[in-house]
């Protein structure tokens, strides 16, 4: 476990010493999906849920989230964001509704979590909102499409 610096000499977890590594820019998009009936989908199209607009609230949950991600996340390093995007698209034919975020900074390390945690929070929080007349709903395929900036790049391939 020596190699990997997410454990100490003892093979216990610690957080990763980033204090050597330069400040760079440093971008990630991720992507979730909400899968529901289709009287749900319409319900959100003609905002006609019981609790409110659901793009609304869980675009703020997610933002708030991406925030949190180092409150939420052991070890998970706190960083300053410099911006953070939520956006959600009803998609009629897949059934449900496509969660994208996008979040940059400048730092010692990515923004991989963060862009996975507001996607995430963002599911969840169509979920709530939804759940009180779609009981069958599910959250899926959560993931990583972009992370540019630190050693690597990577782009999701399909």
Do not use: W
Not at 21 to 32: D, F, H, L, N
Not at 104 to 122: C, I, S, Y
């Amino acid at each position: 476990m020596a190699d990997f610096s997410h454990y100490n000499a003892e093979g216990r977890s610690q957080m990763v010493d980033v204090s050597p590594k330069a400040i760079t820019a440093r971008s990630a998009r991720a992507r979730g999906f909400v899968r529901m009936s289709p009287a749900t989908v319409k319900m959100i199209s003609a905002n006609l849920l019981p609790k409110g607009n659901v793009f609304e609230a869980s675009r703020l949950a997610g933002i708030m989230a991406a925030k949190a991600t180092s409150s939420l996340i052991p070890l998970c390093h706190p960083l300053m964001l410099n911006y953070v995007d939520v956006q959600m698209v009803i998609d009629e034919e897949a059934g449900g509704v496509q969660i994208d975020s996008e979040i940059k900074t400048e730092g010692k390390t990515g923004a991989e979590m963060e862009a996975l945690t507001a996607v995430t929070v963002a599911a969840l929080t169509v979920y709530d909102m939804c759940k009180a007349v779609d009981k069958e709903m599910s959250i899926e395929d959560v993931r990583l499409l972009e992370k540019k900036g630190g050693k690597s790049d990577y782009l999701r391939h399909a």
